[in-house]
């Protein structure tokens, strides 16, 4: 039986890769029995206009774009009381999602193929304030204002390439956050120069947890605090950690938990998915279990 497919694309994305090989893509939608309907993004908060007023009334889901795409293509589902399937055609420069879900990137003809024979999976929404949401992550601090700092065209020109640049060039500019956390297990205050809750094995391209830490659709977040290392060598050390995947740092904490309230002595800025967050003095995130059912 055909199923009718929502199809929103961001034409900016990937260089506006996604006009390689569409029309094969599509076809290959079409003989699998999606009769596929195209909606264009054009501005920000596009695809979360779109999903929001239109996902209800297709049978599948899906988007062409990068992580920013998917997380308004999810911000807009999420305002569904029973969201249709999804399905990720990843077309971008970090594609941290498409790493933890181990789609193809920049591939439109593979992707469609998964779209037609993958399974329905548990996805997990994280909580953003009082009406906001994030699809893999929310975070402050060292380096969280790189993959929103960097210009579109050098991330167009250099890939991950960009995130390390611009991240080397923030380094004179650490600073530490004093603060308090509030999770499932109890209350940690400590000065902090990073923190986020995600549910992601990849961040920014660079970072990977380990999958046995993460499961996506289990109703629980990672939280991921570093403290104040005292001196840049030690915050090298840190990072080395992380990027080797030691994470064996008595500086860095990596928990579990279903919620989290953050607390500052002032405003501090966040970044959603990679884009500006806002900045908040108090800002309380949480763990949707499982309202997405994505297709991989």
């Known amino acids: ?107 439109t003809v593979g992707a469609a193929r998964r779209i037609l024979r993958g399974e329905l999976h548990p996805f997990d929404v994280g909580g953003f304030g009082d009406d906001g949401y994030f699809a893999y992550i929310a975070a402050f601090g060292a380096f969280t204002e790189v993959s929103y700092a960097t210009p579109q065209n050098q ?20 600073e530490s956050y004093k603060t308090r956390v509030e999770y499932d297990d109890g209350v940690i205050e400590a ?40 001196s840049m060598e030690d915050f090298g050390d840190i990072v080395g950690s992380v990027l080797s995947q030691r994470y064996d740092s008595d500086k860095l904490l990596i928990l579990h938990t279903k919620k989290a309230r953050f607390t500052f002595e002032k405003p501090v800025s966040w970044t959603r998915d990679g884009e500006a967050g806002g900045a908040h003095q108090v800002l309380e995130l949480r763990n949707y279990a499982a309202p997405i059912r994505f297709i991989f």
């Open 1 to 107: 039986m055909d199923r009718k497919l929502m199809l929103i694309i961001n034409p900016a994305a990937g260089r506006g890769g996604y006009k390689i090989n569409l029309g094969d893509a599509l076809q290959i939608l079409d003989n699998g029995g999606c009769r596929s309907t195209l909606f264009f993004t054009q501005d920000r908060g596009d695809a979360t206009r779109f999903a929001a007023e239109h996902a209800g009334e297709y049978d599948l889901v899906a988007c062409v774009g990068g992580d920013g795409t998917l997380s308004e293509v999810i911000s807009g589902m999420m305002q569904l009381q029973d969201p249709p399937p999804l399905g990720y055609i990843p077309m971008g420069t970090a594609n941290d999602v498409a790493t933890t879900l181990g789609l193809p990137k920049n591939d």
């Open 155 to 174: 991330k167009r020109a250099l890939g991950h390439l960009a995130y390390v640049l611009q991240g080397a060039a923030q380094l004179p500019y650490i």
């Open 191 to 230: 000065d902090l120069v990073y923190g986020s809750m995600s549910n992601s094995t990849s961040v920014a391209g660079i970072v990977h947890l380990k999958e046995e830490m993460v499961s996506l659709g289990d109703g629980m977040s990672e939280l991921v605090l570093v403290k104040n290392p005292g």
